[in-house]
């Protein structure tokens, strides 16, 4: 059962180029994870949101469960920019003077619509999701964007954790200039140093983002399924995948190849995607005669990706 033992993590993001199948096969593994016993939680980060549709049930930005040990949730990237451009504001007000607060207000307004803005967002959501797994949850999957957009989600760990160690080791330097002139004017007296939220805050994040980035590279517990069919932009797009998970040391749980028609056309890409797989698990699915939708339906397409054909 080379699929069983491939996906057999606690942590896994289904992904590939639009329309391939991820949605589907994604919410079929975590209908299985909870039949089987486990706390499973299925995430969506598409902007598409077709993963309500797959199993049929009316969904939101909370977990909500769906059957026994199933919860699902669906992540509108926008909602979430504006939720934590919400919380930064909140966290600062207070912190600052008065006469500040003005402009501190415009420089967040302007960082809630700069490019980026909205993938850092539901990455925030991720490492708390992330921060879940052994805890509320047993497993967590993830029905990604389309690949573009999550290899950038993929990158920010290690992007952010030292862009954080940057914040804080300044924070820290206008602290140690703001002791040594409140010591020179005599206006402080205690040694120690006053406590200070922003780096409260900003040691917190950069821990929690420290920590994604372990889990992100742990081959033990956390796995990249890419999902391609066999045709020429899909087989593409899951090449430029396959380098870019390699350098950010993300681990690559299996290569499924979806819809296998068995046609002679169809050759030269199940070839190319061998390739591009080398030693990692590969997988191969026949093309379903209808379409799959239901608790049901999912189970039996979860046990063919379970017993999945190697390519």
Request: proline share 5%.
């Amino acid at each position: 059962m080379p699929g069983l033992a491939a996906l057999d993590r606690d942590i896994l993001f289904f992904g590939g180029k639009g329309g391939v199948g991820k949605t589907t096969l994604a919410a079929a593994w975590a209908v299985r994870s909870a039949e089987s016993g486990l706390r499973t939680l299925l995430v969506s980060t598409d902007p598409a949101h077709s993963t309500g549709d797959v199993l049929e049930a009316t969904l939101g930005s909370e977990p909500q469960e769906v059957t026994d040990r199933l919860w699902v949730q669906e992540i509108d990237p926008a909602e979430e920019a504006d939720t934590y451009i919400r919380d930064v504001r909140d966290r600062v007000r207070g912190t600052v003077p008065p006469r500040l607060q003005a402009e501190v207000d415009r420089q967040i307004d302007i960082a809630r619509v700069t490019p980026g803005a909205e993938e850092a967002a539901v990455f925030d959501r991720v490492t708390w999701i992330l921060a879940s797994v052994g805890e509320r949850y047993d497993r967590v999957l993830f029905d990604t964007a389309p690949l573009g957009y999550t290899l950038r989600l993929l990158s920010l760990p290690e992007t952010m954790a030292t862009w954080m160690a940057g914040l804080i080791g300044r924070r820290r330097h206008v602290n140690a200039l703001a002791r040594m002139w409140r010591t020179v004017a005599g206006s402080e007296t205690d040694e120690r140093a006053p406590d200070d939220p922003i780096l409260t805050v900003l040691r917190e994040r950069h821990q929690r983002f420290t920590d994604t980035r372990t889990k992100l590279m742990d081959a033990g517990r956390t796995g990249f399924v890419l999902v391609a069919t066999p045709e020429h932009l899909a087989v593409a797009e899951t090449e430029r995948a396959v380098e870019t998970l390699r350098r950010y040391a993300v681990p690559i749980a299996a290569l499924v190849t979806n819809r296998v028609r068995g046609g002679g056309g169809e050759a030269a890409y199940r070839d190319r995607l061998r390739v591009t797989a080398g030693d990692m698990p590969r997988i191969e699915l026949e093309e379903q005669r209808v379409e799959v939708r239901g608790v049901g339906p999912l189970l039996q397409l979860a046990a063919q990706l379970a017993d999945g054909t190697p390519a």
